[in-house]
């Protein structure tokens, strides 16, 4: 897997976004595939973590 030319973005009040294609190692040992842009959380409300499902813009997470 390629790690050239990744961008991480922290959005205002929202998630990190990584642009470029990543590699996901969860608690478990699996590992996901990202590619494109994945969102992951920053507020910790998410049901679908790390990756953010919009539960910030229910809290009005400030960040």
Request: glycine residues 8%.
């Given at each position: 897997m390629k790690s050239e030319n990744i961008k991480i973005t922290?959005?205002?009040n929202g998630p990190l976004l990584v642009n470029g294609t990543c590699a996901v190692t969860n608690t478990d040992g699996?590992?996901?595939?990202k590619e494109k842009i994945t969102a992951f959380c920053r507020?910790?409300?998410s049901n679908n973590k790390p990756y953010c499902d919009g539960e910030h813009k229910k809290?009005?997470?400030i960040s």
């Open positions: 922290v959005a205002e699996s590992i996901d595939i507020c910790g409300a809290i009005n997470f």
